[in-house]
């Protein structure tokens, strides 16, 4: 097992809610980071003493703490500004703080006061200034009299903080955001399952999740489970009861049809009585098709959908359809034949109950087939053009005036290409007619 795995299982067995778990991966990153930092910041904060500018700074200070000791208290503050320069800022004030933010800065001290060893009696002071606030050393040493000289120098040391450290400070930062990354996606890891699955409900592909994550989680995934069941369980007595009714009634449509053919009445009503039988039948077959067009139909398989369309169209002529057909003689693909075909009779079966004449095209891309099957029919309105994709739709006003059908047969033509991982694209045609568009995935290449 990897150390990968084995933190994944130990992390899921701590006993947390999600919203807490969540909290202490913040929680916990953040104090790390803060303490990494912590430790790279006073490891950063070191700084190059320039031994020419310790000299001179050293020189200037003794100067300057001669001429403001030997001038008046009332003309020091202008004494000090004509002493600064753009490099040694001086200043003056009447007596030391009690309290100030200056360090001890032993080594630096030393050296200064070893280049002018008057300033030994001058109790030095120094403090480095952030960067923040334009960096260097500041200090202060005392006069004679007990007041306090004051100066700051930007070229006395410099900061040794560059991109190097920069780059190490971003280190620990990018560390704990991938440990806490991995960390959350781990939380989330189950809902992220549960949402695919959810996208599976109602279909014949249904799969249980195991129960995993944190109690939340995983008592949301054992509720879908039960919940996919029972709907599995009401899809399947459906369509179960759907096919055994469907089934049923051939037997007594049958019989009857016997009864007209044998009964002494007239030709006109044995017409009439026999076009009411044969299109009880045809509903009868509709709803079978719109059924078995949601089971699974086992793997798919390759196919030759150039064949398979012309040789629809063949019977299409044959049963009285004007069609043409514009592709390639041959084209593989990988589908369900049975579910595929009974799409493309549909199509020619639309087209000739409302145009009486189609063309067909078949159009090979790299990664999708696209196959249109259009008409110069009534058309669809175009705020129905989704509505008829539902099963039992009729348009009455438009194509299905006086016609036969359940109002299945673009349902069956959806389902069975959604099944294949395509779609159905509906779109009328300038100048009147409907185009309905099948793209299928293209998992082989043109034979």
Not at 170 to 179: I, K, R
Not at 228 to 254: C, F, K, Y
């Amino acid at each position: 097992m990897s150390v990968s795995a084995t933190l994944r299982r130990w992390y899921e067995r701590i006993s947390l809610s999600l919203a807490a778990r969540l909290l202490a991966i913040m929680l916990v990153i953040l104090v790390a980071d803060f303490v990494a930092n912590s430790l790279m910041f006073e490891r950063a904060r070191t700084f190059v003493v320039n031994s020419e500018e310790v000299a001179r700074a050293a020189e200037h200070l003794v100067v300057a703490r001669r001429v403001l000791a030997d001038a008046p208290r009332h003309s020091r503050p202008l004494v000090a500004h004509q002493l600064s320069t753009s490099r040694f800022h001086i200043d003056w004030r009447a007596r030391r703080p009690a309290e100030n933010d200056f360090a001890a800065l032993p080594s630096l001290k030393d050296e200064i006061v070893q280049a002018q060893r008057e300033l030994a009696s001058a109790d030095l002071q120094l403090v480095l200034v952030p960067l923040s606030r334009g960096g260097g050393m500041a200090g202060s040493a005392l006069l004679p009299d007990g007041s306090e000289l004051v100066f700051r120098s930007k070229r006395l040391v410099s900061w040794s903080l560059n991109w190097d450290l920069l780059l190490r400070f971003s280190l620990p930062s990018l560390l704990f955001f991938l440990v806490a990354w991995w960390l959350v996606r781990t939380s989330v890891a189950p809902l992220q399952r549960l949402v695919t699955a959810m996208r599976q409900v109602g279909t014949d592909d249904m799969e249980l999740l195991p129960e995993a994550g944190q109690s939340e989680v995983r008592q949301l995934i054992r509720a879908f489970n039960r919940m996919n069941e029972r709907i599995h369980q009401l899809l399947t007595s459906r369509t179960q009861t759907l096919l055994a009714v469907g089934h049923d009634l051939r037997t007594p449509l049958a019989r009857l049809q016997l009864r007209v053919d044998g009964a002494p009445i007239d030709e006109a009503t044995r017409g009439e009585m026999d076009e009411d039988i044969s299109e009880m039948s045809e509903l009868l077959a509709s709803l079978q098709a719109f059924v078995e067009s949601g089971q699974d139909s086992g793997p798919a398989r390759a196919i030759d959908l150039a064949a398979m369309v012309r040789s629809q169209i063949d019977g299409a002529a044959d049963a009285g359809l004007e069609v043409t057909y514009e592709g390639p003689d041959s084209l593989e693909i990988r589908a369900h034949p049975a579910g595929l075909r009974r799409a493309i009779a549909n199509l020619l079966q639309n087209a000739h109950r409302y145009a009486g004449t189609a063309e067909v095209s078949l159009r090979p891309g790299d990664e999708w087939v696209e196959l249109a099957v259009a008409d110069r029919g009534p058309g669809i309105p175009e705020e129905r053009l989704d509505d008829v994709r539902q099963p039992f739709t009729r348009l009455d006003d438009a194509r299905a005036r006086n016609t036969r059908g359940m109002g299945l047969g673009l349902a069956i033509v959806d389902r069975v290409i959604q099944a294949e991982g395509g779609r159905l694209d509906l779109a009328n045609r300038p100048g009147g007619g409907l185009v309905a568009t099948l793209l299928l995935p293209r998992t082989t290449t043109e034979a």
